[in-house]
């Protein structure tokens, strides 16, 4: 299990050029590795290594090959998605010469060039911490450097487990350089399934437990609804104004739904660990969005506004940090299925109300699916889901280090 914490080290001025460098270095690689049909991390190293390594003061080696290395991931990852969207493409253009209208034509995606500062990459080689001493000690193109931190005193409860890497940050918002450092704990020993909770997930209501629990307010529903209007408007003007609204607006509604994520996955993992539940079950969603042929637009619209797969890493790794277990199972019928009979017929489902033609059973719709998910994972074997997920997250809804990142609080011990 890893946990990643946040430390700000403040602004040091020759960081932002040490990003602007590791960037070039990056999109030199990518680019030449592209070019060449190059993905092998060890081809690449050979061919630019050495190109930036002859270069008097340029970066540091150890970052060279971090910038390489993660010049292959990407590489990697980009010539996979390149190959699914090129397929999609060509599926587009047989419907095309069959005389049928496509209303959004994909695009080939374009090379992944990063542009501005690019966050560094540090290994056990040229990074190190001291959290007893609170010192940072780290490489970069003024040598090793030591820095002094006053991390938040939540992070002190992480502080046990072993660094695996850290990236060097630049924040926009706080305009100071912050160190994401991950961390790796052993995993919890957990107890079998006996005690299943189930979670059915949807758009009406985000979740909805087997134990009568319902999470998303209407405020919340409101907001979404609202800010979808503003979206609207504003992108039928045009104009820059408008455009650098939505631009704030979007960050807004991210911060927004990462926010509500968090809070609703705390509550159903708090409400399971009191309620004496060991596990927690959901439902399988992979695929969802490939799935919304048919559906109206406004639906359409609320089905790929949520991030359901971040939703579903929020809860993995706070489940695992309480001793839960956590749980995939199969999503088919669990919103058709009679909970107590069993007898699946799709209208027996209207809107939010579920009412059995075999047995009469009548419930509210999402928690008769709760209760199915909850039933299947004891019926079935479950896909099994680890944390490794949640290394997607940044800070894992740990706390604002607003209070922690002024200048006074980041002293440079040595150069």
């Not at 008097?56 to 090959?65: G, H, N, V």
């Amino acid at each position: 299990m890893n946990r990643t914490i946040k430390i700000p080290i403040g602004n040091i001025h020759f960081l932002k050029e040490q990003a602007n460098r590791y960037a070039q270095v990056f999109n030199y690689i990518v680019s030449f590795g592209l070019d060449n049909n190059i993905s092998n991390a060890v081809q690449l190293h050979h061919k630019t290594y050495y190109i930036f390594a002859n270069k008097k003061d340029f970066l540091p080696s150890q970052l060279i090959i971090s910038a390489r290395s993660k010049a292959a991931e990407t590489i990697r990852g980009w010539l996979s998605l390149k190959k699914k969207c090129d397929k999609q493409i060509l599926k587009q253009q047989n419907l095309i010469t069959k005389g049928k209208h496509i209303y959004r034509p994909l695009k080939p995606i374009s090379r992944p060039i990063t542009k501005g500062l690019l966050s560094v990459r540090y290994d056990a080689r040229s990074f190190n911490i001291d959290f007893n001493k609170r010192i940072i000690s780290f490489s970069s193109i003024k040598g090793r450097q030591k820095v002094q931190f006053n991390a938040n005193p939540y992070y002190e409860q992480f502080y046990t487990g072993k660094v695996c890497s850290a990236d060097l940050c630049w924040s926009r918002k706080n305009k100071i350089f912050f160190f994401h450092v991950v961390l790796e704990f052993s995993d919890p020993v957990l107890p079998e399934h006996s005690k299943i909770l189930g979670v059915d997930l949807g758009l009406n209501n985000l979740a909805v437990s087997s134990d009568g629990k319902f999470y998303m307010k209407h405020s919340v529903r409101n907001h979404i609804t609202k800010t979808r209007g503003l979206k609207s408007r504003l992108q039928s003007k045009g104009t820059p104004s408008s455009k650098r609204h939505l631009r704030a607006l979007s960050k807004k509604e991210h911060q927004f739904r990462q926010d509500v994520n968090h809070c609703v996955t705390k509550k159903i993992v708090h409400q399971a660990k009191i309620s004496g539940y060991d596990t927690i079950a959901i439902e399988n969603l992979k695929g969802i969005r490939q799935q919304k042929r048919g559906l109206r637009k406004k639906f359409r619209a609320r089905l790929n506004s949520w991030p359901f797969d971040q939703f579903r890493a929020f809860l993995t790794y706070k489940a695992l940090a309480a001793g839960i277990n956590l749980a995939v199972v199969d999503a088919r019928y669990t919103s058709q299925k009679c909970s107590r009979c069993g007898h699946i017929y799709k209208p027996q489902r209207s809107g939010n109300n579920f009412h059995c033609i075999s047995c009469g059973y009548q419930n509210h719709a999402d928690l008769n699916a709760s209760y199915n998910i909850s039933k299947n994972l004891v019926a079935s074997d479950p896909i099994k889901d680890t944390g490794q997920c949640m290394a997607r997250t940044t800070h894992c809804g740990l706390p604002d280090q607003s209070a922690y990142c002024n200048s006074s609080a980041v002293t440079i011990l040595q150069n």
